[in-house]
């Protein structure tokens, strides 16, 4: 499994912009895909966006896209998750997450590294 460390989280009003980042440490970065997942209280985690081993091809759930945008930085094993337009559901905890496959994967049970979470707020 890889390390993950997420930072970057706070709060944000309606309409800004914010920038994850999570930090991985442990076996090959560059191996895994690297998905970002969020929990809202008494929700489901949702898978947000990921994004594949060599950052070409990403995936975004419906209700991020065209506002989020992943990438990541294997030279220095980060991923971020940049977030535009930031609606008040946007609202949760954010986390990074690794899956050692060449597949992008939505699935949440797919993924076996985890981060601790960084809280996001959208005030309106």
């Known amino acids: 499994q890889v390390q993950l460390v997420e930072s970057g989280g706070g709060l944000v009003q309606a309409g800004g912009s914010l920038r994850l980042s999570c930090a991985a440490s442990?076996?090959?970065?560059?191996?895994?895909?690297m998905g970002w997942f969020r929990q809202a209280p008494g929700k489901e985690r949702e898978f947000v966006a990921a994004i594949s081993r060599s950052g070409i091809s990403t995936s975004y759930a419906d209700s991020v896209k065209a506002r989020f945008t992943i990438s990541r930085d294997n030279a220095n094993n980060l991923v971020y998750l940049q977030m535009n337009s930031a609606k008040p559901e946007d609202t949760a905890i954010y986390y990074c997450?690794?899956?050692?496959?060449?597949?992008?994967?939505?699935?949440?049970?797919?993924?076996?590294?985890w981060g601790q979470g960084t809280q996001v707020t959208v005030s309106s």
């Open positions: 997450a690794g899956c050692y496959s060449g597949t992008i994967y939505a699935d949440r049970s797919k993924y076996d590294s």
């Open positions: 442990g076996r090959t970065f560059s191996g895994y895909v």
